[in-house]
């Protein structure tokens, strides 16, 4: 039996008692580009999980990304914050090391720098260089030195004229009559 207007009227839903406040459970997600600062992607869920898959979605395609809680009022309250743009050039730089047959970066390089495997790579790099630059010059003095010696070795020989011009090894022309061709 369905209640009356009336009686539907009379009845009251007992109240809860929790937090009625607003969005307190919201998070935000914002991201940023250096190519487009006008135009940042705001992303607001109740879903923690959402949010942070957001987050790492969005720093893998090289944003600057803010991770923020809502405290009510609309205050903002900042979790994390990730740079996109280094974690992409980290990532960068690692297989950089590995193509280049570089060593892999230590793990007691650096360990708390966000930069550390780009640091690895320029200085492993320049270390490359100056082998490179050193066998060179290595190759370059070993070539003036062997031809110094070649030099010294043929001295006698080279300020001598040519065993040709000499009288006592000259040939005397041989006349042949046009028949004997």
Do not use: C
Not at 42 to 57: Q, Y
Not at 101 to 125: C, N, Q, S, V
Not at 141 to 160: F, I, P, V
Request: net charge positive; aromatic share 4%.
């Amino acid at each position: 039996m369905s209640p009356t207007p009336k009686q539907a009227r009379q009845h009251r839903r007992k109240a809860v008692p929790t937090d009625r406040t607003k969005n307190v459970t919201l998070w935000r997600v914002e991201a940023s580009w250096d190519h487009r600062p006008d135009a940042p992607v705001v992303i607001r869920t109740s879903d923690r999980k959402r949010a942070r898959r957001k987050l790492t979605e969005l720093a893998d395609k090289g944003a600057y990304v803010i991770f923020q809680e809502h405290e009510g009022w609309d205050r903002w309250r900042t979790v994390r914050e990730v740079d996109g743009a280094a974690l992409l050039a980290e990532r960068d730089a690692e297989q950089q090391l590995a193509a280049a047959g570089h060593p892999p970066t230590p793990p007691a390089y650096r360990p708390d720098t966000d930069d550390r495997h780009r640091t690895w790579l320029a200085r492993m790099d320049a270390r490359a260089e100056a082998d490179r630059r050193a066998a060179e010059q290595a190759e370059q003095g070993a070539r003036r030195r062997r031809l110094a010696a070649e030099a010294a070795r043929d001295a006698r020989a080279l300020m001598s004229p040519p065993a040709i011009v000499r009288p006592e090894n000259r040939q005397r022309a041989r006349h042949i009559t046009g028949a004997q061709r």
